[in-house]
């Protein structure tokens, strides 16, 4: 819903812990076909007690539209990310 004083969207409370919702900018990450796509800048409301994230209906369309422009996609540019192998052998358990 929208806050009618602010003019913006109003995220409420946490469904988790019941904490006023903050408004931030967060990233999401999708795997599509195996690749991993990463919407940056994204308006969401955030706990800023238990971390739980909740993203109004349009931001989430938007999102969507974004995750199915391929050509977009192929002209974003790339990041790189750690990929580390578990190895078994390591672990000290
Ligand atoms: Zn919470």
């Known amino acids: 819903m929208i806050?009618?004083?602010t003019g913006e969207y109003d995220y409420g409370e946490c469904e988790v812990c019941d904490t006023?919702?903050?408004r931030r900018l967060i990233k999401q990450d999708f795997?599509?076909?195996?690749e991993l796509i990463v919407v940056e800048d994204v308006p969401a409301g955030v706990c800023p007690h238990c971390g739980e994230k909740v993203v109004?209906?349009?931001i989430g369309k938007g999102v969507l539209e974004l995750i199915n422009n391929s050509?977009?996609?192929a002209k974003a540019?790339?990041?790189?990310?750690p990929?580390?192998?578990f190895d078994?052998?390591?672990m000290a358990f």
């Open 56 to 58: 109004s209906a349009d």
């Open 71 to 73: 050509e977009r996609i």
């Open 3 to 5: 806050n009618t004083k």
């Open 31 to 34: 795997y599509i076909c195996g």
């Open 77 to 81: 540019p790339r990041i790189s990310v």
């Open 83 to 85: 990929a580390i192998k």
């Open 88 to 90: 078994l052998e390591e």
């Open 20 to 22: 006023p919702m903050v």
